[in-house]
Each structure stands twice: as structure tokens, then as C-alpha cells.
């Protein structure tokens, strides 16, 4: 199978999903081509993931089609984007049919989910890698970033944290529990809430997405804004799996441990008041923004060895 026959059987049918209004033109040209609205901004982000550093060798495909596009398009829920498309750069060390037809299974499933459309690629041949880069829209100068967080508004996260650090412990369980499973699938089926982020702008001061682990992101947000913070450990949501598997330790991976891909949003009082009672019911306060600088944990725990991974040493 050559490289054309290989991107028409298997990608080529990611495209059908393209919002013909923003995506004028999808794969097959030497450019795609996006429209953007002229009271909108563009929005980009690319993502790689390589085997053995950010997936296990021998990954099912389908989860890793799945993930690395919710990977991706968790850094547009972090910005409040609407979702228009990607691209996607795939080196494979063979042209392995099975393992290209459930990778492509994987992505279209989270490419309608996120309506994401496949706009374009390249395809070569070496060590398994894959780049995707996401293209979002948000209106004209709304997009939600890191540098807003004022003193006084609350830090909030969009749902439970620690469920995909845990499962690094069980990804080769072969008959995993119900709350290993649970747990697993917070890591394999990752879900950025993009919807909730669009309901933000406006209203968040300030967002970042929870990929290294809440101190370490947390901490992103507070010396891109210039403040501190202090937050309390025991408000964090953890998951009945998470607490049942992990028991003491689950606080630490909630702070700690990556891969959840839910929001850490910074928001003042009155914003949170005027936001539809459904959507701040799925953000749960942790803590509040002060001056100065440095992250503070309520309840007496060290920040010790508590930090977020970073590909070249350790952070925060
Ligand atoms: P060029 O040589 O002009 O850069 P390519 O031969 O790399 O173009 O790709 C030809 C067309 O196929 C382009 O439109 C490109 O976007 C698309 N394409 C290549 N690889 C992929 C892929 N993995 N997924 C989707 N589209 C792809
Ligand atoms: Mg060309």
C-alpha cells in the first residue's frame, strides 16, 4: 500500500465532518484552506506524541487515535475554542493495516465528538510518531488565557482529578476491577470539557488545561498573572474509584499525577454568579487567587516531590 492509497482508504474519510462555512478546503490540496469569521479569531495548537514517551509501546490503536486528538483539542477547550479542524503528521515505521484502520476508527470517533474535521497531513515512514495541530475559533479578542488571573477570584477545576494518574498502575491489568476501569478509561478516553470552556468566556479570568498535573498548571497560571494562590487539598473532586483504589495517596495524585484534561479556571465572584446555573455546576472552587507570588496549600501539606511532569526535569 503506497502513501496515497494509504492516506485515501484510511484519513481521507475524517473529512466529512467539515463545516463547509470554515473549512473550505480538507485534504488533497497542497494547503487546506480555513475561513475565519471577521469577528473571530484563529486559535492553534499542535501536539506530538511519540511512542515510549507519551504512549506505552504496543498501545491499542484505537485509544491512541482517540487520545491524541483529545489531547489536542484539550489545549482549545483551555483558550474557550470552538473547535473547526486538524491536521495530522503520522510517521509509522510500516504500513500496518489493522493497526491503520483502528487508529483511524479511534480519531473519527473523537473527531465527531469534538467536531474536529481532518483538514490535511503528511505521512512518513520511521519511529511511531504523531502531530496534530488543532485550529479553533474564538470571538475577536475573548480567548481565555493563562495572564488574567486577578487577586480574589476563586480557582476552580471542571471535574475530578487523579483518575488517569492512578490508572498508569493498572494499564496492563488484564481483567481490570469496575473502579480500575473506571479509572482506566479517565486515561484512555479523555474528555476536555470544550463545551463548558465556550461558556466561559466573558466570565473566567483566566484557564489552563490540566495535562502535567494541577500544582504544575496551577502554577503556570500564576506566574503568567503575576499572583499566588492558596488552595485547599480536601475541596478537589475525587472520583469513588480513585478513592477506593488509591485511598491516602489520592489527594496527592489529584494535585499531582497528569493526564486528566480537565480545566483549571480562575473566575471572580460575580462572574460566577451570572453564569446559567448549568454550567457552574460543573466547577468546583478549590481556592483563591492572592497577592504575591508562589502556591499555598491549606491544611498544613508540603509541596514536597509534589510536582508535574516535565520532559527535562522537574517542575514547579
Ligand atoms: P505535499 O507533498 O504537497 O506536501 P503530500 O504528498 O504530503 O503533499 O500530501 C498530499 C495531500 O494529502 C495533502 O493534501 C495532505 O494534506 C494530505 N495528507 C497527507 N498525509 C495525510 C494524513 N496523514 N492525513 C490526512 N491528510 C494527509
Ligand atoms: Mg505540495
Known sequence: MGEFELIRRFFQPLSVMASREQLILGPGDDCAIQRVPADRDLVFSVDTLVEGAHFPHDYPAFNLGWRSLAVAASDLAAMGASPVCF????????????????????????????????????????????????????????????????????ICVTGPLGNAGAALDFLGVTEPSQAQKAVLASYHFPRPPIELAQALIGAASAAIDISDGLLADLNHILSASGVGASIDPGCIPLSKALVELTGDRAVELALSAGDDYELCVCINDEALMSLPEAVRSQLTTIGRVEAGSGLRLEGGRSLSGASGYDHFGRSV
Not at 483502528?102 to 465527531?112: C, D, F, Q, Y
Open 87 to 154: 491536521t495530522l503528521a503520522l510517521t509509522l515505521p510500516a504500513a500496518d493495516e489493522r493497526w491503520l484502520s483502528e487508529v483511524a476508527r479511534g480519531l473519527a470517533r473523537a473527531s465527531e465528538t469534538f467536531r474536529l474535521s481532518l483538514a490535511g497531513g503528511d505521512t512518513t515512514r520511521g519511529p511511531l510518531t504523531l502531530s496534530l495541530q488543532v485550529h479553533g475559533t474564538v470571538p475577536a479578542g475573548g480567548a481565555l488565557r493563562r495572564s488574567g488571573a486577578r487577586v480574589g477570584d476563586r
